[in-house]
Nanobody, 115 residues
């Protein structure tokens, strides 16, 4: 499984960004895709995940501000990030988990929230 992320960048506080992650390779129809992030000096943490049945989970810190969605025909997951805060600054990693709970990771995309 190969994951390609796009959409990171620099944005001012209160702004928005949309991350995309396209998966290719041996993709199972039943899976979980999502986003994690890692800030300097901190552990990687879950941001949001979405399952093949479209159920979702969000970190408390992003609830109401971030929205995860997926296009199954394109094997692509999106993360719409609104009302961004400086504490959202991190490298964001796309994750694909197959039915055997094997995790695959993208290369990461930098999101910087700063004025």
């Amino acid at each position: 499984v190969h994951l390609v992320e796009s959409g990171g960048g620099l944005v001012q506080p209160g702004g928005s960004l949309r991350l995309s992650c396209a998966a290719s390779g041996s993709i199972f129809s039943i899976n979980r895709m999502g986003w994690y992030r890692q800030a300097p000096g901190k552990e990687r943490e879950l941001v949001a995940v979405i399952r093949s049945g479209d159920s979702t989970n969000y970190a408390d810190s992003v609830k109401g501000r971030f929205t995860i969605s997926r296009d199954n025909a394109k094997n692509t997951v999106y993360l719409q990030m609104d009302s961004l805060k400086p504490e959202d600054t991190a490298v964001y990693y796309c994750n694909y988990r197959d039915p055997r709970s094997v995790d695959y990771w993208g290369q990461g995309t930098q999101v910087t929230v700063s004025s």
